[in-house]
């Protein structure tokens, strides 16, 4: 369905605001879809991307900046989700003895355990959002998203 169906919009759009207004549907339908995944796991899109973020350290400890560096959306605010995971036991937090202004944030084997469940519901996700397209229109629409995006 055309974008100006979905928004049913009684106007002509411009290309520019049509492009901004199909990204923008796109990824709540997209985000919805995925709460509902997370729903029965009691967390976030933004708290399952910080487990993700601490799983990709292998067992190293990540630092609150590092991990906000690496967040999808910048805006977060990642004390405050590492405060949420700390309460689910899914992360730990402790001061760096090097430096003690530096917190220390580790996954928990609950986090990993609700990763590892998690991640066929996730591949399913992303799959069901591409099957209507073939190899080489999804590498045409990354890399057109990727150039709408880097101006």
């Known amino acids: 369905m055309k974008i100006e169906e979905e928004i049913k919009s009684t106007v002509v759009l411009a290309i520019s605001k049509k492009i901004i207004l199909n990204i923008l549907y796109t990824q709540n339908v997209i985000n919805d879809k995925f709460a509902e995944i997370l729903k029965p796991y009691d967390i976030s899109g933004e708290q399952y991307n910080v487990l993700r973020i601490l799983r990709g350290q292998k067992g190293c400890p990540a630092n609150m900046c590092s991990i906000q560096e690496r967040m999808l959306a910048k805006t977060s605010n990642t004390t405050r989700l590492v405060d949420k995971l700390l309460l689910k036991a899914l992360v730990t937090r402790n001061v760096c003895p ?54």
């Open 98 to 151: 090097e430096n003690r202004r530096k917190i220390e944030v580790l996954i928990t084997k609950k986090g990993l355990n609700m990763l590892n469940e998690l991640d066929p519901k996730v591949v399913e996700h992303e799959i069901f959002f591409s099957k209507n397209m073939n190899t080489q229109e999804l590498e045409s629409l990354n890399e057109l998203l990727e150039k709408y995006r880097n101006q």
